[in-house]
Each structure stands twice: as structure tokens, then as C-alpha cells.
């Protein structure tokens, strides 16, 4: 069973950036897609980025997309999201989460399934 811990949030300005990371350990970290999830206050859990086991398939929620690059080091076990432009509409607990079983140039985008998810970390954008 793998476990991920993020890190990197905080309070920043609007059009500001944030790079957030998300270390698995207990597991072999390349044989997981992953994920960044977002959930803002008072909503429900969205998607914001997938990657691929090997890194070479990503996709974005519209929301992000031109902002926002996820990207993953399979030697360090680390996931990274940087985020650029922020908005305060970024505002959010954001999650990383890795999903089991998928072919190695697979992205996954339904929360539902991502069998591991981190604990989160807080984004805040001031306006």
C-alpha cells in the first residue's frame, strides 16, 4: 500500500505561482498514475491534472489548462503540480492520489478511481 504526502501550499497573491509535491513511499511509485484532485470550500472534490505512469500522457480541467503543469519524477517517487497565474477561484485543498492497474501510457481522471489519496494541502489566493 503506498502512502502520499503533499506539501508546497500556502498563501499566495493573484498571478502568483505555488509548486506543490506529493512523495509516495511503500509502494513502487511507477507503476501508479496520478493525480491532482481540488476540493474548494463548500464543494465537492474536482479533477485538476493525471499523469501517466510514464509521464509522457497528461490532461487538465479546462479550468487549469494553460496555468497549470503536472508533471512526475519516478526516481524521487515524487508527483509535482506547478501552478502559475493563480486565480482566487484556486482556492482549495488540493490532493494527490494515485490510481492502481492502468497500462503505463494511461491517464485517470475519475476520482473513483484512485485507490490512494494524500491528506491534503491548503491553497490560498488572495485577490
Known amino acids: 500500500q503506498v502512502q502520499l504526502v503533499e506539501s508546497g501550499g500556502g498563501l499566495v497573491q493573484a498571478g502568483g505561482s505555488l509548486r506543490l509535491s506529493c512523495v509516495a513511499s511503500?509502494?513502487?511509485?511507477?507503476?501508479?498514475?496520478m493525480g491532482w484532485f481540488r476540493q474548494p470550500p463548500g464543494k465537492e472534490r474536482e479533477f485538476v491534472a493525471a499523469?501517466?505512469?510514464?509521464?509522457?500522457?497528461?490532461d487538465y480541467a479546462d479550468s487549469v489548462k494553460g496555468r497549470f503543469t503536472i508533471s512526475r519524477d519516478n526516481t524521487q517517487n515524487t508527483e509535482y503540480l506547478q501552478m502559475n497565474s493563480l486565480k482566487p477561484q484556486d482556492t482549495a485543498v488540493y490532493y494527490c492520489?494515485?490510481?492502481?492497474?492502468?497500462?503505463?501510457?494511461?491517464?485517470?481522471?475519475?476520482?473513483?478511481?484512485?485507490?490512494?489519496w494524500g491528506q491534503g494541502t491548503q491553497v490560498t489566493v488572495s485577490s
Open positions: 511503500g509502494g513502487t511509485f511507477s507503476s501508479y498514475a
Open positions: 492520489a494515485a490510481a492502481r492497474f492502468t497500462a503505463i501510457n494511461t491517464i485517470v481522471v475519475l476520482a473513483t478511481r484512485y485507490a490512494y
Open positions: 499523469i501517466s505512469r510514464d509521464g509522457g500522457s497528461t
